[in-house]
């Protein structure tokens, strides 16, 4: 058995520019929107898909839950081809939209939930139980016989993660599951989407382009932009793959500004800004891992100098995520037609 | 089988959900049968050209509107069904459990098909009831003749839908066929009634073939006497159920070749 749960290889999609009954007889320019998209992801992992809107991260969740085929190259579901072996990879995975739209909103949550069921192979008693369990999970169960369109945009994607999860599913693809929701609702998904959804036996792949999502959820992220992968990796790679100097801002009193020239060979660079309170922030890049911190500090007390406070900077997922994009800005060919 | 009786649960539930409009769909079809029994008396004697029914308009036509009912509603439910799955943003929800394309069409189709039946029923209780017509009808002539027929109607509505999912809105093969059955199919006035070549034509379409059978049946005629009806029927059922299946197959796989699923 193949440890990794996805499995893609060379990955194209390009979709038509136009479409309509022309395309039916006749081979019409298509733009790429995935080109050539090679990763693994393991066996009980939290994988997100991070990227601008329109990078391609929803085309290669829905070429992962079968929905769109790929113009070429081939994607592996756990083990099994997604356009040969679809409805074998139908059976093990469970989808989250983040389209609030997927539900039949005159109907209850329970009823919905029952009606997915049926289409599982799931029936009678045993569906009804799951579907209990399942809206007890995601904090349901006293609305369950409140007809969809009473439910707020948090109550209908938390049915969406209970759908999702209603086969059980190995492998759970939830595509931008807080899009629709408020800050504060959003918070308490992840909420559950932590502590009840993720559990060791599942692999989760999430599709965001909310950073702070992305770092709370997941174990590794892919960046996507203009349809390549930029990079892939744990937050920690990801960081040192654009962070190459370490950043440190120290607050410090008792020194004039002109004064801070005995540093310069201690550090990379310096930067000196005078704060209102008469103190001096000061912010320094340094080699990773060096000594450069202790002797600079030392260095300060030894010229009078007063320290107030010394912090280490790190680049935010945003702006990794910002540079990740402008990198993909830089390397991405004119756009591509096949 | 599962899919099948949940689709038939939630169109229930959906359907039932909407009163009013549930209610109308029973009555309209009563209003629709008191109006064709009006025409019929008005036209009274004119109408000893038809040759069924003993020369009643109303009877002919209330059987024509009757079966044009359920046959229209199984060539239309597909292309409808997929198209508001579409507008609804359910296609892909519905596309993502593990089951086969044939099984999505023919549960689309289930709860749509019992309405229909339900409103074919008015029609026949209101003819037969409250007129007396048809009280000599040979109920298994008309099955052997629906059956085929529906299958018929199912293919072709297989091909309108896939029609819909790739051409999205327009809908080209529900269109030409309602056009045609309205005029030709001999639902309204006798096909007797058009000019030769019209009469030609009208041979071309299923619906003529299923309401000359059924009308012969209600006329009590035998299964023999239908057998006719029942040939043409089964050979063109032969034909567009199999390539209805094949071509929605053909048209949600160029869908997701294409991305446009759920375009509309």
Redesign the interface.
């Known amino acids: 058995m193949t440890q990794f749960v996805v499995e893609t290889d060379d990955l194209v999609?390009a979709?038509?520019q136009q479409?309509?009954?022309r395309?039916?007889f006749k081979s019409l320019p298509k733009k790429v929107v995935l080109d050539r998209i090679n990763t693994t992801i393991n066996r009980g992992e939290i994988f997100g898909v991070a990227g601008p809107n329109g990078a391609g991260k929803t085309?290669l969740v829905?070429i992962l839950?079968?929905?769109?085929?790929p113009?070429s190259g081939s994607a592996r579901v756990l083990g099994l081809d997604v356009v040969e072996d679809s409805?074998?990879v139908?059976?093990r995975i469970g989808?989250v939209?983040g389209?609030e739209?997927?539900?039949?909103w005159?109907?209850s949550g329970f009823?919905n939930l029952?009606?997915?069921a049926?289409?599982?192979?799931l029936?009678g008693k045993e569906a009804r139980r799951r579907v209990s369990q399942l809206l007890e999970l995601v904090g349901l169960q006293e609305h369950a016989d409140l007809?969809m369109h009473h439910y707020s945009s948090g109550m209908k994607q938390r049915t969406a993660i209970a759908?999702g999860l209603l086969s059980d599913p190995e492998l759970l693809i939830m595509d931008e599951p807080t899009r629709t929701v408020d800050p504060l609702a959003a918070m308490e998904l992840r909420a559950l989407v932590k502590e009840r959804v993720i559990d060791s036996r599942r692999t989760v792949i999430l599709a965001t382009n909310d950073m702070g999502e992305a770092e709370q959820l997941c174990d590794r992220v892919a960046f996507i932009s203009h349809g390549k992968i930029q990079m892939v990796g744990n937050l920690e790679d990801l960081r040192g793959a654009f962070q190459l100097d370490e950043i440190h801002h120290v607050v410090v009193s008792g020194l004039q500004r002109s004064s801070f020239g005995f540093l310069r060979d201690l550090v990379s660079s310096i930067e000196v800004v005078a704060l209102d309170t008469g103190q001096h922030q000061l912010e320094l890049r340094t080699a990773p891992g060096g000594p450069a911190v202790p002797v600079v500090v030392r260095r300060i007390v030894e010229e009078g100098g007063d320290i107030w406070s010394c912090s280490r900077k790190q680049l935010s997922m945003d702006e990794i995520f910002a540079m990740a994009v402008e990198r993909g800005r830089q390397t991405a060919a004119e756009e591509v037609l096949v | 089988m599962?899919?099948a009786?949940?689709?038939l649960?939630?169109d229930f539930?959906?359907w039932s959900?909407?009163r009013l409009a549930a209610f109308w769909q029973v009555a309209g079809a009563l209003g629709i049968a008191g109006i064709v029994y009006f025409i019929g008396e008005a036209v009274g004697d004119r109408a000893n050209s038809i040759p069924e029914e003993n020369g009643s308009y109303a009877a002919f036509a209330l059987a024509g509107v009757a079966f044009f009912d359920m046959l229209f509603r199984g060539l239309g439910t597909l292309s409808a069904s997929v198209s508001e799955h579409q507008r609804?943003?359910?296609l892909?929800?519905m596309?993502?459990?593990?089951?086969?394309e044939h099984e999505l069409l023919l549960s689309f189709c289930l709860f749509p098909f019992c309405i229909s039946m339900l409103r074919t029923s008015v029609f026949l209780i209101f003819g037969f009831v409250l007129l007396g017509f048809w009280d000599s009808a040979n109920g298994l002539s008309i099955l052997a003749v629906l059956v085929p027929a529906q299958l018929t109607f199912l293919g072709i509505g297989a091909l309108s839908a896939a029609s819909v999912l790739?051409?999205?809105q327009g809908d080209p093969i529900r269109l030409a066929y309602s056009v045609a059955m309205l005029t030709l199919g001999g639902a309204f006035f006798p096909v007797d009634a058009m000019p030769g070549w019209l009469q030609q034509l009208a041979l071309l379409l299923p619906l003529t073939h299923a309401l000359s059978g059924i009308r012969e049946g209600l006329d009590g005629g035998s299964l023999v006497d239908v057998a006719p009806q029942v040939a043409v029927l089964t050979a063109l059922a032969v034909v567009c159920l199999p390539a209805g299946l094949l071509a929605f197959r053909w048209a949600v796989?160029r869908a997701?070749?294409?991305?446009?699923?759920v375009?509309y």
């Open positions: 999609m979709y038509p479409r309509g009954w395309s039916l085309t829905k839950s079968t929905l769109v085929i113009f409805l074998a139908r059976r989808v939209y389209d739209r997927s539900f039949f005159r109907l009823e029952l009606f997915y049926s289409l599982y192979g029936s007809r759908r | 599962t899919a009786v949940a689709y649960r939630r539930l959906v959900s909407y609804a943003g359910t892909e929800p596309l993502l459990p593990p089951i086969r790739l051409l999205k796989r997701k070749q294409e991305g446009s699923l375009e």
